[in-house]
T-cell receptor
């Protein structure tokens, strides 16, 4: 149980275009989802936290107009990188938790590698 | 505020030798502790977790960790490593005072030498 999927697993796009990444919880209700960014050889950096039906809470230094997060249902959250630039190239990982049943445990997706040309 | 320190950025070890990856944390409240493994170009996989109860926690792939409250440590061990254990290992802590957000260590790269 507790499977989280991400789509796509990798994407290449041109500078200036927008890219949408989906994160789905397959067998549980994800009341809270998290979006992380990971640079090469570094740890995970939390970008934002989203609760189903609410606006996402962004970490300091993360541009909310650039990284649009939508968590409209209990099984789906999306991250849209708008007007992507080469510096946005990174590994993006989502995680999800059922905050009512298991508030202290997150389940991670396999990640999406974004390359902006 | 909570923080996690992984003292070693890289740990080289010979195949079939034992290994210990160190993790120390700071927190003023009770915490939950996790070890995750990340294989090259892949996502995170939970190795093991300490929530409560026995301080010795056994995980997947033969790994185990011991929660030591007095030393605020949660070191990861394996008695005999294999080449397939080559990966990045992350220690993380969460607690009620941070709304259970995961606070991450910087990671330790385990390098297995043949």
């Amino acid at each position: 149980g507790a499977v989280v999927s991400q789509h796509p697993s990798w994407v290449i796009c041109k500078s200036g275009t927008s890219v949408k990444i989906e994160c789905r919880s397959l067998d549980f209700q994800a009341t809270t989802m998290f979006w992380y960014r990971q640079f090469p050889k570094q740890s995970l950096m939390l970008m934002a936290t989203s609760n189903e039906g609410s606006k996402a809470t962004y970490e300091q230094g993360v541009e909310k107009d650039k990284f649009l997060i939508n968590h409209a249902s209990l099984t789906l959250s999306t991250l849209t990188v708008t007007s992507a630039h080469p510096e946005d190239s990174s590994f993006y990982i989502c995680s999800a938790r059922d905050s009512l049943k298991l508030p202290f445990e997150q389940f991670f997706g396999p990640g999406t590698r974004l390359t902006v040309l | 505020a909570q923080s996690v320190t992984q003292l070693d950025s890289q740990v080289p070890v010979f195949e079939e030798a034992p290994v210990e990856l160190r993790c120390n944390y700071s927190s003023s409240v009770s915490v939950y502790l996790f070890w995750y493994v990340q294989y090259p170009n892949q996502g995170l996989q939970l190795l093991l977790k300490y929530l409560s109860g026995s301080t010795l926690v056994k995980g997947i792939n033969g790994f185990e960790a011991e929660f030591n409250k007095s030393q605020t440590s949660f070191h990861l061990r394996k008695p005999s490593v294999h080449i397939s254990d080559t990966a990045e290992y992350f220690c993380a802590v969460s607690g009620q005072n941070s709304n259970y957000q995961l606070i991450w260590g910087a990671g330790t790269k385990l390098i297995i030498k043949p």
